[in-house]
């Protein structure tokens, strides 16, 4: 009698019965002629052993077959032979749905990286994905060792059987209503040679109306595109590399269109600026159509060279009246009003470190401080923090023990709290 077994079926035992409760005892299963069987067969039973399996062995929900040894046996030379991806049919990324989880795709890896939690020492939350055309896929830390190894950024993958569902998460790279879940019974096979119909790199440019509306709104990342006029002074951090060398506009044509994907909007003095996240990258001169719409309105500027910017540094005040200067009391900070006319002000404040948050790690030493008046929080930074410590950042990176996490105060950091 033939039965019609779909991508979705499962076994007939139940959760509880007595044929459950046999498959739960059993040690091997062995399966004969499995290559005259098709594979939602094999699926189905996968399904099912995960599910009667998963309250005795909480683990078993991840692991094939529920952790049961099966051996299959069979003449493969009874079977034709597979041809990987001929005749194959994918569904467009655009027409997919939360209807099933039984998608056969085609997609190539535009962007890749590790979404971590950075108040807790990195820790991996995700590894994240940008599909063409522009879909968000995310693979949970449980199964990020086993997929990772799977893929690499621009090819062409076949993936089928994952979880479509709905995006109502904040911090989204991509413009897209729906993003991807992998599963257990996901699978992943590379697709080789060049199909050009599948483009290269995909991004959702802001124009600047866009980019002022997003101010303190992480509901979306932006992606921006624009000329390259000036760059600040880069340190490279405790072999944190930077994505721009210093001297990186030596290595391209001029002028440099650079396009920086997945920031937040803040603005600092009256002025938007961006802010990277772990999904940013950076791109320079990209061979694509929305670089080259941006060189065609440039061909009647005069294009000068990339400018070097000087951090500007407030007046030198001797040390022996620096402690006294403009002082005020933590409750006096807390009023005063800030004036865009003046760009800086030097305030000095007399007060005790009651401890150090390491929220957003330890290059910019974030103090919880109090007086007799009040209690605040200071950031100190660059050559401040310098004369605090008594040390560079980058001299403190060197010293520290390579397995020193960002969320753990160096020694020399901790020894300023009661001070």
């Not at 890749?112 to 879909?135: K, Q, S, Y």
Request: proline share 4%; with cysteine.
């Amino acid at each position: 009698m033939s039965i019609n077994v779909t991508d979705s079926s499962t076994c007939g035992f139940k959760q509880g019965s007595q044929l459950a409760k046999l498959m739960a005892r059993m040690d091997l299963i062995i399966w004969d002629e499995a290559p005259m069987t098709h594979r939602n067969c094999f699926e189905a039973v996968d399904r099912s052993l995960r599910d009667i399996l998963r309250f005795s062995d909480p683990q078993s929900g991840e692991k094939p077959f529920g952790g049961k040894t099966i051996i299959l046996g069979g003449d493969f030379q009874q079977i034709l032979p597979v041809q990987n991806h001929i005749n194959m049919t994918y569904t467009p990324l655009n027409q997919i749905s939360t209807e099933k989880d039984s998608w056969n795709v085609k997609v190539r890896i535009i962007r890749m990286w590790d979404a971590v939690n950075v108040a807790n020492g990195n820790e991996l939350i995700n590894l994240d994905m940008i599909m063409g055309t522009l879909l968000h896929a995310c693979i949970r830390k449980n199964f990020a060792q086993r997929f990772r190894p799977l893929f690499n950024e621009g090819c062409i993958y076949a993936v089928k059987n994952f979880i479509v569902e709905e995006y109502r998460a904040k911090y989204r790279p991509v413009h897209n209503h729906v993003k991807l879940l992998f599963m257990s019974t996901t699978s992943v096979s590379k697709i080789h040679g060049v199909d050009h119909s599948i483009p290269q790199h995909g991004f959702k440019l802001a124009d600047y109306e866009t980019i002022t509306s997003r101010y303190n709104d992480v509901t979306y990342l932006t992606d921006v595109i624009g000329r390259l006029e000036s760059i600040g002074v880069i340190e490279e951090i405790n072999s944190k590399a930077l994505q721009i060398d210093e001297d990186f506009y030596n290595n391209y044509t001029r002028p440099f269109i650079v396009i920086v994907t997945s920031t937040t909007v803040k603005t600092f003095r009256d002025e938007y600026n961006l802010s990277s996240t772990s999904a940013t990258r950076v791109y320079i001169n990209l061979k694509i159509p929305e670089v080259s719409r941006v060189l065609d309105k440039l061909n009647n500027v005069t294009i000068t060279e990339v400018k070097e910017l000087k951090k500007e540094r407030p007046p030198i005040i001797p040390d022996k009246e620096l402690a006294l200067h403009n002082r005020k009391t933590i409750a006096e900070i807390k009023q005063m009003d800030w004036k865009p006319e003046i760009k800086e002000v030097l305030i000095t404040c007399l007060c005790n470190v009651n401890r150090i948050d390491t929220k957003f790690g330890w290059y910019k030493i974030q103090i919880e401080v109090f007086d007799t008046t009040d209690s605040t929080t200071f950031i100190v930074f660059d050559k401040e923090a310098e004369q605090l410590i008594g040390k560079t950042a980058k001299e403190l990176a060197n010293m520290q023990d390579e397995d020193l996490k960002d969320n753990m105060l160096p020694r020399e950091i901790e020894t300023i709290v009661s001070k």
